[in-house]
């Protein structure tokens, strides 16, 4: 558990997984994170729609954030979560395999992303920490919503 004075020297970023890939997120953008329960399918919506889910009387438009980075498809095993966001007033679920962690990084030790990487990811990262082996790619959340708004504007 990390304290309030370790806030200070520091970005609170929630860790999780995709394949074999470790990612994480600024803590601050997530409203919530939870189960990911019943999916309802919607019909004829983008690949990377995963499906609606009813959230406490919100309908959350979830999204496969591997199908969305272009990284197959996000696990639906038991430790599968929903990183829940807001866009435009809209809730938005982020469905990734496991989260993992929460920890304080340093944002002088968040290094840009590197330019050989595929585009879609490059485009939605915000840096990379690395510390001894453990390396962290970090999103960008506003950047996971500017794509085409048709494939996660609320369903109507």
Known sequence: MQHDEDLDRGLL???FTLGNAT???????????VKVGH??????APA???GIRNLRGRIVTVVDLAVRLKLGCATRGPEAR??????????????VDAVTDAIVVSEDRIAPPPAG???????????LWREGDRLIAILDPPALFQWDATVIAAPA
């Open 13 to 15: 970023i929630i860790v």
């Open 23 to 33: 990612f994480g997120v600024n803590a601050r953008r997530v409203q919530e994170v």
């Open 117 to 127: 990487i595929d585009p879609v990811l490059r485009g939605n990262l915000y840096g």
């Open 48 to 50: 990377a729609v995963a």
């Open 39 to 44: 999916l309802t399918c919607v019909h004829h």
């Open 82 to 95: 929903l990183l829940i966001m807001e866009w435009q007033g809209e809730p938005i679920g982020f469905l």
